[in-house]
């Protein structure tokens, strides 16, 4: 939004990186695409179709792209209704992954470490719990400016 045109949308985009967590095989992926999205002509239709193709090969030839995300790259236009289904706790494929991408994000975590985390997460944040602490928040503040008005 901030450009006014594309060198300089290509030029605030410079330090960008399309990396998730510090992970090497997302640097690696985000290299080669950045590769190949410099070196494409945006004016020819069959190098875009061809850039596409690549990068959604790219995509498709690491283990740890998520299936609802090859789904998307495969033509699907929309997420799965059911964001819980018992496919995320296979071993091997399940949404904590296997080998370095597992060891990266999830360290020694058991699947029930992970889900006691998460279950605390959506009590932390919930709309119940975060507006009890904005109440009594508010309160306390609105209680101190009484004491120290007095």
Do not use: C
């Not at 060198?7 to 510090?22: F, P, S, T």
């Not at 494929?93 to 080998?99: A, L, N």
């Amino acid at each position: 939004m901030r450009a006014k045109d594309r060198a300089e949308y290509i030029e605030l985009l410079k330090d960008n990186r399309m990396v998730g967590g510090g992970f090497q095989e997302y640097i690696s992926i985000q290299e080669k695409i950045d590769t190949i999205m410099e070196q494409v002509n945006a004016e020819d239709d069959a190098d875009v179709d061809r850039a596409v193709a690549e990068i959604t090969a790219l995509f498709e030839s690491f283990a740890w792209t998520p299936k609802p995300f090859r789904d998307v790259l495969n033509g699907k236009n929309h997420l799965p209704k059911r964001k819980f289904r018992l496919t995320l706790f296979n071993k091997e494929d399940g949404f904590m992954g296997s080998g370095a991408y597992r060891q990266h994000f999830f360290g020694d975590m058991s699947l029930w470490d992970v889900i006691y985390k998460g279950a605390i997460d959506i009590i932390e944040y919930s709309k119940l719990t975060l507006n009890i602490k904005r109440r009594s928040h508010n309160r306390l503040a609105w209680q101190d400016s009484r004491k120290k008005k007095a």
